[in-house]
Each structure stands twice: as structure tokens, then as C-alpha cells.
């Protein structure tokens, strides 16, 4: 099951924290891990609420702990403010989100990708989010792992944001050689390095708390040791564009795009999680019927894969995003593919629902006569 | 000229650069910090192992920056379920979260209680000043009944909370109430808290002349601790007092000390057993 490849993902990445309040549909994760983790030296704890689950990963962080939560849609907003500071106060974490229909409570056990704009822009504030979509079993595994190496290497929180379909999928998965995959940890300050211990672009070392690095974290806004300054606008200035710039200055590193049968492609598919899936599909058996169609998947929703998907918008003449919700990722793509090539929107035939593939089949045959 | 005297408490535990205070004159929050690094100095512990958490409020900038120590300055209310992650992140650390009325008994306040419930190894020093100072002076949950304050200029129509009372029956190990007036009782009390192996709570009634001495017309800090000295009521003679002559006093000392596996302890034997 896909919750069930996240958690084991998670002991291989070496998170040993894990807070949770019990929301459908990601209950099966903290299942899991509350059975593995006294097993691994790992610490679980149920909180009073999402909101405590993800403060006491951020502390947890800062003890020395990879650390991650996990929660559905209303969870994840509560979670929001503190996702913020997380950001702000560069600590590593992750955090999972199996998307469910919404708005309010919605429909728990069916799926939505209806979080995208709220992965990247639910705290107050300017900030920038990495977020990745798993579409696969095998992904809630690799892409948990991947998601705890680059909220590592970049100090920050990390969304992996599924969906209830993937999240209950079952399918097989075949775990690589665990010895083989690659595990980043945090870099840790040299003593008496000077304490610029934050706002660095190219990520500043984490003082770990019990060490004697005596460091000081604030979610207000501060200065490279630390120090807040609520007074001077500059120190505003400085902290915003840190952040933003740590993320996006590497984003090469961080983006991730799948493609296939673009070479000769004169429309493009644009996917990411539960949906993908379809659309992968769909390719396959749009090409046998001789259509020209290709496939764009993304990975990483945040940062958006802007060059990318600009790059696509050159060689095809039209890109379809297909989407299981009424158009979010639809407007960055459209702000860097309109002036290249047409662009669709292709919706389930009903919202909360996967896109039938004969109804893509369809959709398709009608626009490639 | 003039020779400028450091308090030996200042240059021993102070972060350098944050000697400046950002309190109001004549709040209590400097009597709180005091008590605090007393007790501290006076058992001799490693401030290296020591993490200091807070939330938003005027308290939260007792410790946050002055300690020199490991310190999470968090978001509003939520100082226990960050200092939940770091006890139980690292069981070695003693960890201290300095929270306020505003923080911990309403915009946080079932953190309160559960933190209290898991009996998790953290004491608490909740510095209540019976009002929102930060933001004005408005009406807090620990506002007396009948008070006017800049929310409630009819005065208030709801009843305060008695916090000790709360924590108490939510199962914390160590519980106390002193006033800003009794600061050697609130240093040995910091001291049993700093040891306990379990959840301590210490209330401590502060004064805010700005804010709260403003709306009751008492706007002289030692007049305010002089009054604090008049109200308050040993636990033990509040036993024998009628709710009637109970009204309006503040009952002090300590009302629970009690042994209960703390939390993280009670994790760290789960996790020995499971070695293989």
C-alpha cells in the first residue's frame, strides 16, 4: 500500500520522529510506523492535533532528529502557520499530505489534488515550498526518501503531496538495494564558526540543541546569528529573499520532470501523482491509434519546473493539463507555455474521481483529427 | 565617571548582546528571569543542556534572546508541543518553555493539558499577568470577573480560569502558584520543578503596570507587588476559608508533588525492551 511504502520510505531515510493526529486517508502510515519505529530507535507520538504534530517535528528537528508528520487536507491547514515557521526557521522536515476531497471536510476517503496552491502558499507570508507528487507505490517509498534529502540539504520543510489513490494503491513494489540508496544529513557547524547559523543562500550549517552551539531560533524576523529584529524593514528584506533564493537559486538540483514520446509530439499530456497514471496510459494507446501525443509528468510541483515545461511548449503545439480538480496548476503552466502553444484543461469526467481512460481517449481523438 | 555594574547572573548565563530588555519598566518579567537563572546557578546546571522554549507574549521574550542557551522561540500558544518534540527528540535535555496566560490558557491552553496528561518532562513557567499586555490590554481567560479592559469597557462578563486547578486534575507531577511578590519561594520552587521527573507547572501572578495597572488604577510596580503581598492566601489557610473569603485573594504554594513515570522516560524503557 502506498501509505504503508511512505513510512518504510521514511526509516530508510533515517527519520526516527514521527507526530501524527489520526485523519483518513493517511492513518495507515502512522500504523506502520508506530509498529516499526521502537524497533529502529525511532520515537511516534500521537498530539492533540495537526497543529502540535507538526510544532513537536520542529522541535524534534531541532534536537537532532529527522522528523516528519503526515495528514489529509484539513490537517494540512492547520498545520499551515507552523509550516511557515518551519521555512523561516530553516528546519528540516517532512511533511505528508494524502490529498482528500474538499472543501471542510469533503469527502475523506476520495481523492483530490486540491492542496497544490495550499502546499505553496497556505502560511501568511512570502516563502518558498519544495513539493513533491508521487504517482506510484514505489514513489510514496523513493520519493519520501527523496523528500527527507532535500529538506536536509536545503533546510526546510519538504511536501510530498499524494492523494488518496495513491496512498491506498496497492501494487507490487520491488525495494532496491537499501545499501545503495543515497541518504544526505544534515550539515552541522564547525565550533566557533562565527554563529551564522541561518540566511545563507547556500544553506548554513544547523546547530543541533544539547551540543553547545547555544543557538537562538526565532520565527520573528532575525539576522544571520539569530537575532531577531522587528524593527528595521531591511532585516525583512534580507530574511524574504534568503529564503526564496536558498530554494530557487537551486532549483536545477531540485526540479524534477518526467517526459516521454516528446521527440515527435504535437500534444503533450501534463500529469502529476494519481493522475500521471492515467495519462501514462492513455499515451500508450493514443500512439498505437498513430496520435502524436507525449507526456509530461511532474514530480516536483514546487518549485514549478518553469524552464521545463517552457521547453515543451516550444516543440508541441498544444498542452493538455490534466488535473483531479477544477485547474490550479493549469495557471503556471499557462504562464510560461501560452505564448509557445495552446493549452486545455482536461478535468475527470466527475471531480474525486480518476480520468477514465476511454474519456481521455476521446477527448483526444477529437483533438488530434 | 560613572562605573557601570553588571549583575553577576547577567554575565554568567546573559547571550552576549541581548543585555537590553524589552519589557515595560516595572514589569515583573525581570523578577521572573531572575528567579529563573537563580535557580539555575544555585544547582549548578550545564546550560549547554538546557533548551529553552517559548511562544508569543510578553513572556516569551523573558528567556528569548537573554539566556544564553539552546532557545525555540515559537508561534502563539504553541511553545508545549514544540518543547514536546525536543524533550522527547533528545531525553537528555532539560527543557523550560516560559509561556503567558494569553499563550497557554487560551490560544494554546489543550496543549496545556495535554502536556500536562502525558506528563511529559518539561516544566512549565506560565507568567500571568491577568491581561494581553503585548497587544494592548485586552480581556484574557484569567481576567477577573467584572474587570473593564480595552475589550471588555462594560466589564467582563466571564470568569477566569484557575489554572493550577486544571494542570492538577490533567496529571502533572508538580504544581505551584507564587506571585512575583514571593520570589524566594519561586526560586525553591523553580528548583523542585528543574528536578522533577515529570510535567511542573508554576504559575506565577505578574504584574503589568502598563497594561493591567492602568485599568484597575494602580500604575506603581511596588505598589502593585505590595498588593500582590496583601491578597495572597497560603494553600494551606485557603483550606479553611469559605469560597466567599476566597474571593479576590490569590491562593499560593505548592498544590501537587507527586511521582509518575514521565513520558520520555516511559519511551526510552519501550525502546530498551525492544533491543534486540
Not at chain 2, 496566560?101 to 489543550?110: R, T
Request: one cysteine or more; proline letters at 5%; hydrophobic letters at 40%.
Amino acid at each position: 500500500m502506498g501509505n504503508e511504502a511512505c513510512a518504510l520510505g521514511a526509516i530508510v531515510a533515517g527519520c526516527r520522529f514521527f507526530a501524527f493526529y489520526p485523519i483518513t486517508p493517511a492513518n495507515e502510515i502512522a500504523e506502520h510506523i508506530s509498529i516499526l519505529f521502537p524497533k529502529v530507535k525511532g520515537i511516534y507520538i500521537q498530539m492533540e492535533d495537526e497543529i502540535s504534530s507538526i510544532a513537536s517535528v520542529i522541535g524534534a528537528s531541532w534536537a537532532g532528529n529527522k522528523a516528519m508528520t503526515a495528514t489529509s487536507g484539513p490537517g494540512f491547514t492547520l498545520m499551515q502557520e507552523n509550516i511557515g515557521y518551519a521555512v523561516m526557521t530553516e528546519t528540516p522536515c517532512v511533511v505528508v499530505d494524502v490529498q482528500r476531497c474538499g472543501p471542510s471536510t469533503g469527502t475523506p476517503p476520495l481523492p483530490m489534488q486540491g492542496d497544490v496552491y495550499q502546499a505553496s502558499r497556505g502560511s501568511h507570508g512570502e516563502y518558498p515550498i519544495i513539493a513533491l507528487a508521487p504517482s506510484s507505490v514505489e514513489e510514496m517509498f523513493t520519493l519520501t526518501i527523496e523528500a527527507f534529502n532535500l529538506a536536509e540539504t536545503y533546510r526546510t520543510s519538504v511536501v510530498v503531496l499524494s492523494d488518496a489513490i495513491v496512498g491506498h494503491l496497492m501494487e507490487t513494489v520491488e525495494i532496491p538495494d537499501i545499501s545503495a540508496i543515497k541518504i544526505v544529513e544534515r550539515k552541522k557547524p564547525e565550533k566557533n564558526s562565527g554563529a551564522k547559523y541561518f540566511l545563507d543562500e547556500d544553506v548554513a550549517p544547523m546547530p543541533v540543541f544539547g551540543l553547545g552551539y547555544r543557538a537562538h531560533v526565532t520565527g520573528s524576523t532575525h539576522d544571520e546569528g539569530g537575532f531577531r529584529n522587528v524593527e528595521d524593514p531591511v532585516y525583512v528584506d534580507k530574511v524574504v529573499k534568503a529564503l526564496y533564493r536558498k530554494i530557487h537559486k537551486h532549483k536545477d538540483h531540485i526540479v524534477r520532470v518526467e517526459t516521454k514520446y516528446l521527440d515527435d509530439a504535437e500534444v503533450a499530456l501534463l500529469a502529476y501523482g494519481s493522475v500521471a497514471r492515467t495519462a501514462n496510459y492513455v499515451v500508450k494507446s493514443a500512439r498505437k491509434e498513430g496520435m502524436k501525443v507525449g507526456l509530461v509528468r511532474l514530480v516536483t510541483l514546487w518549485p514549478f519546473a518553469d524552464s521545463q515545461v517552457g521547453e515543451v511548449a516550444r516543440k508541441v503545439g498544444k498542452i493538455v493539463v490534466m488535473e483531479n480538480n477544477l485547474g490550479q496548476i493549469l495557471s503556471k503552466v499557462r504562464e510560461v507555455a501560452a505564448k509557445y502553444a495552446d493549452v486545455e484543461f482536461l478535468p475527470p469526467r466527475i471531480i474525486g474521481t480518476l480520468h477514465e481512460p476511454a474519456y481521455v481517449m476521446d477527448y483526444l481523438r477529437r483533438i488530434c483529427k | 565617571m560613572s562605573q557601570v555594574h553588571i549583575h553577576p547572573l547577567l554575565v554568567k548565563y546573559a547571550r552576549e548582546g541581548a543585555y537590553r530588555q524589552p519589557h515595560c519598566p516595572g514589569c515583573g518579567n525581570g523578577i521572573v528571569a531572575q528567579c529563573m537563572l537563580r535557580a539555575i546557578d544555585e544547582l549548578k546546571l550545564n546550560m549547554d543542556k538546557m533548551v529553552f522554549v517559548s511562544g508569543i507574549g510578553c513572556s516569551s521574550w523573558i528567556p528569548s534572546p537573554f539566556f544564553y542557551a539552546d532557545m525555540l522561540h515559537t508561534t502563539h500558544g504553541r511553545p508545549l508541543a514544540f518543547a514536546t518534540g525536543v524533550k522527547l527528540g533528545n531525553p537528555e535535555l532539560r527543557v523550560v518553555v516560559f509561556t503567558g496566560d494569553g499563550d497557554s490558557a487560551a490560544i494554546g491552553a489543550n496543549h496545556l493539558i495535554q502536556a500536562a496528561r502525558k506528563n511529559i518532562e518539561i516544566l512549565t513557567v506560565l507568567v500571568n499577568n491577568r491581561i494581553y499586555g503585548m497587544t494592548g490590554g485586552q480581556v484574557a481567560p484569567t481576567t477577573p470577573h467584572g474587570m473593564k479592559t480595552k475589550t471588555t469597557p462594560y466589564g467582563n462578563m466571564e470568569y477566569p480560569f484557575d489554572l493550577c486547578k486544571l494542570v492538577e486534575v490533567a496529571g502533572a507531577s508538580y504544581v505551584a502558584r507564587w506571585t512575583t511578590f514571593h520570589n524566594r519561594q519561586l526560586v525553591s520552587s523553580m528548583k523542585n520543578g528543574l528536578l522533577k521527573k515529570g510535567f511542573s507547572f508554576i504559575e506565577v501572578i505578574s504584574q503589568c503596570p502598563v497594561q493591567y495597572g492602568t485599568f484597575i488604577g494602580i500604575k506603581d510596580p511596588a505598589e502593585l507587588l505590595r498588593m500582590f503581598r496583601d491578597i495572597s492566601v497560603p494553600a494551606e489557610k485557603a483550606k479553611t476559608m469559605s469560597q466567599e473569603e476566597l474571593e479576590g485573594k490569590i491562593v499560593i504554594g505548592e498544590f501537587v508533588n507527586r511521582e509518575r513515570t514521565g513520558l520520555a522516560e516511559a519511551y526510552q524503557q519501550l525502546l530498551r525492551e525492544m533491543e534486540p
